[in-house]
């Protein structure tokens, strides 16, 4: 498998776990649509669009892929890394967070992700709580 194909399938994935997760995509919402929705959005690294001033948002980002299984002089399988940014304005305590943490980490497990928890932070530039989340999947 090359990384190229790699990025792409975990690219796929992440997006359909998101969703399953009840997450909107933001890049595939309107302007109009995005202005109206109260809809968590989730954005990929460098398609960030209005989304940033939402209440609470989701950016991902690929963070790498590394040949994990090679034979035959080919690599057969990758690990994968993926970088997501959970952003609110609101702690990770309230009711609304812990249900949309335990959603998007069930979602990832369903997916087949391994999931790890960074600490949690709180930005005082922004005014935003933010918990980095990495997802790691062979593929």
Not at 42 to 69: E, Q
Not at 110 to 119: D, K, L, N, P, R
Request: glycine share 6%; proline share 1%; net charge negative.
């Amino acid at each position: 498998m090359t990384n190229c194909d790699a990025r792409k399938k975990i690219n796929e994935l992440i997006i359909a776990a998101l969703i399953a997760a009840g997450l909107k995509d933001g890049v595939t919402l309107s302007a109009e649509e995005l202005r109206k929705t109260n809809d968590i959005t989730f954005w990929r690294t460098g398609a960030i669009g209005a989304g940033m001033d939402k209440p609470t948002y989701v950016i991902y980002s690929l963070a790498g892929t590394n040949a994990a299984v090679r034979g035959d002089d080919k690599t057969l399988m990758r690990e994968n890394a993926v970088a997501l940014d959970v952003f609110s304005k609101n702690s990770f305590e309230t009711r609304q967070n812990a249900g949309l943490l335990e959603s998007i980490e069930n979602a990832l497990a369903i997916a087949g992700f391994e999931i790890v928890f960074e600490a949690e932070q709180y930005e005082t530039v922004t005014a935003l709580y933010h918990l980095p989340i990495t997802a790691f999947k062979l593929i």
